[in-house]
C-alpha cells in the first residue's frame, strides 16, 4: 500500500519527496512490526509498561507518516488527490486495526492523526460532505477497537480462568485416583464393564466373573429377605435413576458374608448427542475407618461403666417419647432413681466396689425392663426409666415399687455383702412438661421429695414442688447475703437442773430475720444452708460468736452448739474449734458440740473421727434428738456423749400418761445413767411436765417453762451476785 500512495504522488510531487516518505514509512513500520510481533502485543499489552510505550509511539509517527501526504500539495490539495490517499489510508486504517486489535490505544493514535488530516484537507477544498464522512469513518474505527479491544480482554480472562480450573480438577482427579483403591466403570443398565483387577479384588472375584453383572444388584446381594435395603444404598439408587452424579457415599456392601464398607464416587458418561453410557468412578474400603467411627459414636451414647444409654441418648428417647405423646395424643413417663446409701458404699468400701455394684444395679435394671420402656444413666447414682403410654399413676408407682423391689435386694460384690435401697421420683408427659428440660427437671423434683422423706418410695411430681423449688432457690439466693448484711442474729434458751432449778447451760439457737424476706424459721433455711454447703461459713460463725458470748458468763456455764454432720465432713473441722476457743479463752469443757442421730446414718466413719478429735480437745459432745430416728443403742458407744437429749414429743406424751412415752424415757435415761451421761429434756413448757420428766430421772430440763430464748443483753440479767432458782430470776427480771 505504500508503494501504491507513493506511485499516486508522483503526479503531484518529486521523485526525491516520494522516496524520502517510502523510507521513513518503511523505518517506522518496520519497527511498529518487530515491536508487535517479537513483544508479543497480546501479552505486552497487560503486563509490559515500557513497550507498550514503545508500541504507542510508534503508531503515532506511523500516523503522522501516513497523514503527511494529504498536505504535500498545499493547504486546499485537489478532491481527487485527498479521495486517493484517503482510500489507500483507510484500508492502511483496517489492516492495522486487524494486526493490533488488542493495543487498543495504539490503534485509536494511529487512526485518529490520519482520519483529522484527511477531514482537514477535505473541508479546505469546500467538500463538507466528505470531510464529515472521513471524521466519521475514523471515529467509528475507534469505538470499534475499543469494544474489540474489551471482548478479546473478557475472553483472555475467562480463558485464563477456565485453564486454571481445569488444572485445578485435573490435580483434584490425580489426587482422588492417588486416594482410592479401584475405578470401576458401568453401561447405560448399570451393568460392570472394563473391569480392573483391583476393583475385581475387592469383590473377591474375577473380572470375568464380575462382567455384565448389575452394581446395584452385586451390593444387594448380601441382604436377606427381611432385611430392608440402607439408606445410603437407597440413595445410591435414586442417584444412578436420575443419571445424577455422587460423591463419597457410603454403602453397605456383603462380600462373601462378609459386612464392609465402600465408599463409592462416580459421574455419568454422555456421547456427544447427550445419550446417556453408565458411569465412571472411583472407590475405596473405608470399612476400619467407619468401625472406628461407629465405635466412637457409640461411647458418645453409651456409659462404658454399665453399658447403659447415657444421659445424651435418655434424652432423645425422652423426646421421642413426648413427640409420640402429643402426636397420638398420649402419655409418656420418665421415672428418676436414686440409690439410697450408695455414699456409704464408696466412703467405706472403695470406689472400686462401687464402680461394680452399679454395674450390678445396671443388669437387674435392665431385667427389669417392660415393654414400651427404655432406661439409661443419668450419672453417678443415678439412672432414669423412658415409659411410653403408661396406664396411669397407679400403674406407674406400682411399677416403680416393683423397680426399687428389685435394686433392694442384697448385693454381692468382691465378696462383700452390700445393702442399699432406691428412691423414685417420674412426672407425666406432655401435662408436666412439654419438652425434655421441663419434664426431667419435674421428676428431679419428685426425687427430691421422695429423698427429703426418707426415701424408699416413689413420688409424682406436683405443682407444688415447683413452688417449693423457687422458693427454696429465692431462700438460697437470700441467705448467701445474709451474713455480710448482719441477719443472722443467736439467741440462747437456758439448759437447768430438774432438781435445784438452777442455770447450768445455754444452748445457742440460729435465727434469721430477713430484710426481704422477713423472720425465717430454722426449719426452712437450715437444710437449704446444708445442701448449699454455706453452712460452713454459718456454722464457724456460730460457733465464734458463742464462745465469744460465753465468756461473759460465771464461770460454771456452759454454751451449747447444733453443728450439722455437713460441718463434720469437713477434715479442717477441729482446727476451728481449737481457733475459736483460742481466740475467745474459753475453755474446752464449756463448750458442749450437739449432734443428731442422723449422722451415723449417712457416715462413713469420717465423722466420729472427728468427734473423737473433739474429745481429746476437752470438748463435750450431746447426741439431740434422741429416739425420733432410727434410733440405735449402738450409737451411743460410737462417741463418748456426755449427754442425751430426749425429744419434746416424748415428755409432751409422758406427761399425758403415755405409756410408751414413759417406758422411752425412762429406759434412756437407765442407759444415759450407766453409761455416765446426762439425761436433758427437751420442750418442757409446762410445771406437770417438769414434775414429769423430773420423776422419770431426768438430770436437766429445757423449755418455756425456764424461759425462752434470748438475746444476749437479756442474759446478763441472769447472773446476780448470789446463784438463785432460775424461776427466781425470771420475775426479779419481770419486776
Known amino acids: ?98 494486526l493490533a486489535h488488542s493495543l487498543p490505544l495504539a490503534c485509536i493514535l494511529f487512526v485518529l492523526p490520519i482520519s483529522l488530516s484527511a477531514t482537514l484537507t477535505m473541508m479546505s477544498g469546500g467538500h463538507w460532505g466528505l470531510a464529515l464522512v472521513a471524521l466519521c469513518s475514523g471515529l467509528l474505527l475507534c469505538v470499534f477497537h475499543f469494544h474489540l479491544a474489551q471482548n478479546q480482554l473478557r475472553m483472555r480472562v475467562a480463558d485464563a480462568r477456565l485453564r486454571e480450573k481445569l488444572e485445578t480438577v485435573a490435580l483434584l482427579m490425580r489426587e482422588t485416583e492417588a486416594l482410592a483403591d479401584w475405578m470401576w466403570q458401568t453401561d447405560a443398565q448399570h451393568r460392570l464393564e472394563k473391569i480392573s483387577a483391583t ?29 430392608s ?63 472406628s467411627a461407629e465405635h466412637i459414636a457409640r461411647l458418645a451414647r453409651i456409659d462404658i461403666l454399665t453399658d447403659l444409654p447415657n444421659r445424651l441418648s435418655v434424652y432423645e428417647e425422652l423426646a421421642e417419647a413426648l413427640n409420640e405423646a402429643r402426636s397420638q395424643y398420649s402419655r409418656c413417663a420418665m421415672l428418676i432413681i436414686n440409690l439410697d446409701r450408695f455414699k456409704i458404699v464408696n466412703d467405706t468400701l472403695s470406689h472400686a466396689v462401687g464402680d461394680q455394684l452399679l454395674a450390678q444395679v445396671a443388669h437387674r435394671l435392665r431385667s427389669v425392663m417392660e415393654a414400651g420402656c427404655s432406661c439409661g444413666r443419668l450419672g453417678s447414682d443415678e439412672f432414669a426409666i423412658i415409659i411410653r403410654r403408661p396406664d396411669s399413676h397407679t400403674s406407674i408407682k406400682a411399677y416403680a415399687r416393683h423397680v426399687i423391689a428389685a435394686l433392694s435386694r442384697p448385693y454381692q460384690v468382691d465378696g462383700h455383702k452390700i445393702f442399699i435401697g432406691a428412691s423414685a ?198 447426741l439431740d434428738d434422741f429416739g425420733t430416728g432410727y434410733s440405735s443403742f449402738g450409737y451411743l458407744r460410737k462417741a463418748r456423749f456426755s449427754a442425751v437429749k430426749v425429744d419434746r414429743s416424748f415428755v409432751s406424751s409422758a406427761a399425758k400418761g403415755s405409756v410408751e412415752s414413759i417406758a422411752i424415757i425412762r429406759a434412756v435415761v437407765a442407759l444415759a445413767d450407766g453409761l455416765g451421761m446426762t439425761t436433758i429434756a427437751e420442750g418442757a413448757e409446762t410445771a406437770e411436765e417438769v414434775a414429769t420428766v423430773r420423776d422419770l430421772g431426768c438430770r436437766h430440763v429445757q423449755g418455756y417453762y425456764f424461759g425462752r430464748p434470748m438475746t444476749p443483753a437479756s442474759i446478763r440479767q441472769y447472773f446476780p451476785a448470789a446463784p438463785a432458782p432460775i424461776l427466781e430470776r425470771n420475775k426479779q427480771i419481770s419486776r
Open 425 to 622: 421420683g417420674y412426672a407425666l408427659g406432655p401435662a408436666d412438661g412439654e419438652n425434655v428440660e421441663t419434664l426431667s427437671r419435674n421428676a428431679d423434683l419428685a426425687l427430691y421429695k421422695c429423698k427429703s422423706k426418707g426415701g424408699n418410695s416413689v413420688e409424682a411430681f406436683a405443682p407444688i414442688l415447683l413452688a417449693q423449688a423457687e422458693e427454696r432457690s429465692l431462700l438460697e439466693q437470700e441467705l448467701r447475703s445474709a451474713l455480710e448484711k448482719r441477719e443472722l442474729q443467736i439467741y440462747y434458751q437456758p439448759v437447768v437442773s430438774a432438781h435445784s432449778e438452777q442455770l447450768v447451760s445455754f444452748e445457742a439457737l440460729l435465727r434469721w430475720n430477713s430484710a426481704k424476706l422477713g423472720p425465717v424459721a430454722p426449719s426452712r433455711f437450715v437444710p437449704i444452708a446444708e445442701e448449699s454447703r454455706l453452712i460452713h461459713a454459718i456454722g464457724e460463725w456460730v460457733l465464734r460468736t458463742a464462745c465469744h458470748e460465753a465468756m461473759s458468763w460465771p464461770a460454771p456455764i456452759k454454751v451449747a452448739v447444733n453443728v450439722s454432720s455437713e460441718q463434720l465432713t469437713n477434715a479442717q473441722f477441729p482446727s476451728i474449734i481449737m481457733s475459736a476457743l483460742t481466740q475467745s479463752g474459753l475453755p474446752p469443757h464449756r463448750l458442749e458440740i450437739e449432734v443428731t442421730e442422723s449422722l451415723f446414718l449417712h457416715d462413713g466413719g469420717g465423722a466420729v473421727q472427728i468427734l473423737d478429735q473433739l474429745l481429746a480437745i476437752g470438748v463435750r459432745l450431746s
Open 229 to 291: 435395603p440402607s439408606a445410603a444404598l437407597m440413595k445410591l439408587r435414586k442417584k444412578m435413576q436420575k443419571q445424577d452424579k455422587f460423591a463419597s457415599l457410603v454403602i453397605p456392601v456383603t462380600v462373601r458374608s462378609q459386612k464392609r464398607w465402600w465408599r463409592l464416587s462416580a459421574v455419568p458418561r454422555f456421547d456427544p448427542d447427550g445419550k446417556f453410557l453408565g458411569y465412571r468412578g472411583i472407590g475405596s474400603d473405608v470399612t476400619d475407618q467407619h468401625s
Open 1 to 98: 500500500m505504500a508503494i501504491t500512495a507513493g506511485y499516486l504522488m508522483l503526479a503531484h510531487v518529486t521523485l526525491a519527496m516520494a522516496g524520502v516518505w517510502l523510507s521513513a514509512l518503511f523505518v517506522l513500520g518496520l519497527w511498529a512490526g518487530l515491536a508487535i510481533n517479537q513483544s508479543k502485543a497480546a501479552k505486552v499489552a497487560l503486563h509490559d509498561g515500557p513497550k507498550r510505550l514503545s508500541i504507542n509511539i510508534a503508531a503515532v509517527l506511523a500516523s503522522i507518516t501516513w497523514a503527511a501526504p494529504f498536505w504535500f500539495m498545499g493547504p486546499a490539495p485537489p478532491l481527487s488527490h485527498s479521495l486517493a490517499h484517503w482510500a489507500v489510508t483507510l484500508f492502511v486504517m483496517m489492516t492495522f486495526t486487524i
Open 199 to 227: 476393583w475385581a479384588a475387592a469383590w473377591q472375584s474375577t473380572p470375568a466373573a464380575l462382567e455384565g453383572k448389575g452394581l446395584l444388584d452385586l451390593i444387594s446381594q448380601g441382604m436377606t429377605d427381611e432385611q
